[in-house]
């Protein structure tokens, strides 16, 4: 439609812009500063917004455990099980795509900013220049990171009689290289022609994922070593070694923060370029924006694990008392052993 003064500058030039008088009186209420007034959003609306993307981004965290899942499923079935799925009703892909829909005009500009970076400093650029993308992908990595913190706890209740001193390193480092591996698989099922997974595809992604899971056991190690805030580590209930002085508070924020960034920018490179041996793709194709990704989604998770730490609220610097039991078993002077069976 032809605005108020697109018309008046066309008589004037003695054009025709065949705007009828409706046009007319209509470019003329949308030009003024009355209507431009009321019809911008309200803080109201913007803050309606911001938590309608909240309620997205909880869903979708949601669905990708979902498809989690399946992923797990899938490597035991070559993708029988994700493709079973879809025969039903449940196509991960048209389900994503609803719901990057539901995000707000002003978030799906984001996330399509951060989408359409390449290379390695223009994505953390992207990244910068669109900081809700951070906050929306950590906070939908949310639900993945407890399930792992549930196999981990699993794999550490296990392995606690046999190997007391290394079973919540290895729990911590299981559960999120499962978690990786039922990700990764399920990606690219949904990328593979047919839906179903060959020897060839199942075996890299699987083997990056298992370096994931060592990459993140020996984050949760040194963590739990020094005190730091780590996502897998808290998920799995791990506590601060009493036999190490803690850092302090001052040092242990911003080194959380940067070991998980340190630990996502490890681990995201070498899961893509399994990907794209799995998919038949250029096999570096990706990996520049992989790692810039990792980079600041660990560093945001690391914080967010700052954040929800009991530690970091601790009034005193103290490694933690030990429990009633093992206060006993101390003072009738128990062999370190059965310290740490306590």
């Given amino acids: 439609m032809a605005t108020y003064n697109d018309v008046l500058a066309a008589n004037n030039s003695d054009e025709k812009t065949g705007a009828s008088y409706d046009d007319v009186v209509k470019a003329s209420a949308t030009d003024s500063p009355l209507y431009k007034r ?43 099980a994700g493709k079973t799925a879809e025969k039903f009703g449940y196509d991960p892909k048209v389900i994503n795509n609803y719901l990057e829909s539901q995000y707000s005009p002003e978030q799906q500009a984001a996330n399509r900013n951060v989408a359409s970076a390449q290379g390695f400093v223009p994505t953390l650029k992207a990244y910068a220049e669109n900081p809700s993308a ?49 990700q990764n698989i399920e990606e690219v099922r949904q990328q593979t022609p047919g839906g179903e997974l060959s020897a060839g595809q199942i075996l890299p992604v699987v083997g990056s994922a298992a370096v ?22 808290l998920a799995t209930g791990l506590v601060a070694d009493t036999t190490t002085k803690p850092l302090s508070k001052a040092a242990r924020i911003p080194l959380s923060i940067a070991a998980e960034g340190t630990e996502e920018l490890l681990q ?44 970091t609220y601790r009034a005193n610097e103290q490694p933690p008392s030990l429990t009633k039991a093992a206060q006993i078993a101390v003072d009738s002077g128990a062999t370190e052993q059965g310290r740490n069976k306590c």
């Fill in 268 to 311: 995201s490179p070498q899961e893509q370029i399994a990907s794209n041996i799995a998919l038949n793709k250029p096999t570096f194709e990706g990996v520049p924006e992989a790692a810039a990704q990792g980079l600041v989604l660990g560093s945001a998770m690391g914080a967010g694990s700052v954040a929800v730490d009991p530690e």
């Fill in 38 to 80: 009321l019809s911008a959003p309200s803080a109201g609306t913007r803050v309606g917004r911001v938590i309608s993307d909240i309620g997205v981004t909880a869903t979708k965290g949601a669905v990708g455990l979902v498809n989690t899942g399946l992923g797990i499923a899938d490597i035991a079935t070559a993708g029988a």
């Fill in 134 to 182: 951070i906050v929306h992908q950590a906070a939908e990595q949310v639900p993945a990171i407890i399930a792992g913190g549930k196999i981990g706890g699993a794999v550490t209740n296990a392995l606690r009689n046999y190997a007391p001193k290394a079973a919540g390193v290895i729990g911590a480092g299981v559960g999120e290289g499962v978690i990786t591996a039922g």
């Fill in 212 to 233: 994931t899971g060592a990459i993140g056991g020996l984050g949760a190690k040194l963590a739990t070593k020094y005190g730091l805030s780590d996502p897998e580590a």
